[in-house]
T-cell receptor, first 111, second 116 residues
Framework: GEDVEQSLFLSVREGDSSVINCTYT??????LYWYKQEPGAGLQLLTY?????DMKQDQRLTVLLNKKDKHLSLRIADTQTGDSAIYFC???????????FGTGTKLQVIP | GAVVSQHPSRVICKSGTSVKIECRSL??????MFWYRQFPKQSLMLMAT?????????EQGVEKDKFLINHASLTLSTLTVTSAHPEDSSFYIC????????????FGPGTRLTVT
């Protein structure tokens, strides 16, 4: 079965780096995603990584994938107050397959 | 990125009535649309997947007679909550995907349903 786990809460100071972690169980996952949800809003796709990659960097965002340990992380450099939100990791076994979402991590940025 | 809209953003209805929520892809053709339900402080739960022109595929435990999904065109899907009860109160989010961009799913802003 599929299961995606995240820690529930993370608090960082503005300007520091944030690292949000995620573990998944489906070894056939091909696509791994990070989404951001602001209060009362839908989800915004931040970035994604294919399972044949170890790392992907996109401006302030760095995604690391350890396929052996089924561990995915999202690093946000120079965290800003506007980054405060809930972050969901998600995985899918294939491009046209169902996406399974993690439990979400609430990021609080302290000014 | 692609834009998905939902209407209404908030709705309050009385127990026993039906509510229709619309999901539209504004600048692309959505070959597949998904409906999710999100309880407070929880993750998204996939309710059903709908492909344009065919019947929706419901996840286990989701009553298809209660949550009617119609994906009549490549830009519109609707979710009708029939005979709503207070336990149906939730945040409903749709998402859409287009052929050729299989790995990208675009989400609507969500609809807050409150059943009194």
């Amino acid at each position: 079965g599929e299961d995606v786990e995240q820690s529930l809460f993370l608090s960082v100071r503005e300007g520091d780096s944030s690292v949000i972690n995620c573990t998944y169980t489906d070894s056939s996952s091909t696509y791994l995603y990070w989404y951001k949800q602001e209060p009362g809003a839908g989800l915004q796709l931040l970035t994604y990584i294919f399972s044949n990659m170890d790392m992907k960097q996109d401006q302030r965002l760095t995604v690391l994938l350890n396929k052996k340990d089924k561990h995915l992380s999202l690093r946000i450099a120079d965290t800003q107050t506007g980054d405060s939100a809930i972050y969901f990791c998600a995985e899918a076994p294939g491009g046209y397959q169902k996406v399974t979402f993690g439990t979400g991590t609430k990021l609080q940025v302290i000014p | 990125g692609a834009v998905v809209s939902q209407h209404p953003s908030r709705v309050i209805c009385k127990s026993g009535t039906s509510v229709k929520i619309e999901c539209r892809s504004l600048d692309f053709q959505a070959t597949t649309m998904f409906w999710y339900r999100q309880f407070p402080k929880q993750s998204l739960m996939l309710m059903a997947t709908s492909n344009e022109g065919s019947k929706a595929t419901y996840e286990q435990g989701v009553e298809k007679d209660k949550f009617l999904i119609n994906h009549a065109s490549l830009t519109l899907s609707t979710l009708t909550v029939t005979s709503a009860h207070p336990e149906d109160s939730s945040f409903y989010i749709c998402s859409a995907r287009t052929r050729g961009l299989a790995y990208e799913q675009y989400f609507g802003p969500g609809t807050r349903l409150t059943v009194t």
